[in-house]
């Protein structure tokens, strides 16, 4: 099942422009986390927030969380062609989530194209 | 190693052959994950393995039939597949025992029933 709704749906910059793409989902989370897919290729885990944390760093990656709003943000700043990908928000929710059975709920993703 | 390793890279079949797909890490991680993706979409959990037990089966179709011979190496068998089961296969695997932590993927076989 999907909780997360991205937006936008797809992004167009110029190299050296920030990209934000933003996540919003339904249920109370553990931690929420964000994944960057190059085409036809396997995810990558870019960053982790936790519930009870508001901001997070990670080189040019700047995520933020607003529980009370039920949403996330990723900023990628002074993009380049090579960020070009879709990026995923996963939730790792509750009550879904108790003791081993943990899965995480997927957001619908934002496809970046970075252009040189 | 940080690496998470499925064979084969692409694989076409026909709706009455038997295949395999297989996964494995040498992360030490108890929990993995089967995914189905379609393009453009976000990846579909398929089934969870926790500690080499199934722990979550999201309703698949029992053409795929999953196997976790041991802690390192995760199977998914399919038989009898139809032409709408085409997709990327993404495995997956994560430190579990109910750690909030990020997951690891291999870069998928690319699936193609004829």
């Known amino acids: 099942s999907q909780q997360g709704e991205e937006d936008p749906q797809a992004l167009s910059i110029q190299e050296g422009e920030n990209a934000t793409m933003n996540c919003s989902y339904k249920t109370s989370i553990n931690n929420l986390q964000w994944y960057r897919q190059n085409s036809g290729r396997g995810l990558v885990h870019l960053i982790l927030i936790r519930s009870n944390e508001r901001e997070k760093h990670s080189g040019r990656l700047r995520v933020t969380l607003d529980t009370s709003k039920k949403s996330s943000s990723l900023l990628i700043t002074a993009s380049r062609a090579a960020d070009t990908a879709s990026y995923f928000c996963a939730t790792d929710a509750l009550p879904h989530n108790a003791g081993n059975n943990r899965k995480l709920i997927w957001g619908l993703g934002t496809s970046l194209a970075v252009n040189p | 190693d940080t690496e998470v390793t499925q064979t084969p890279k692409h694989l076409v079949m026909g709706m009455t052959n038997k295949k395999s797909l297989k996964c494995e890490q040498h992360m030490g991680h108890r929990a993995m994950y089967w995914y189905k993706q379609k393009a453009k979409k976000p990846p579909e959990l398929m089934f969870v393995?926790?500690?080499?037990?199934?722990?979550i089966n999201e309703s698949v179709p029992s053409r795929f039939s999953p196997e976790c011979p041991n802690s390192s190496l995760l199977n998914l068998h399919l038989h009898a597949l139809q032409p709408e089961d085409s997709a990327l296969y993404l495995c997956?695997?994560?430190?579990?025992?109910?750690?909030?932590?990020?997951?690891?993927f291999g870069q998928g076989t690319r699936l193609t029933v004829v």
């Open positions: 997956a695997s994560s430190q579990g025992g109910g750690l909030p932590t990020e997951a690891f």
């Open positions: 393995y926790s500690y080499e037990k199934l722990s």
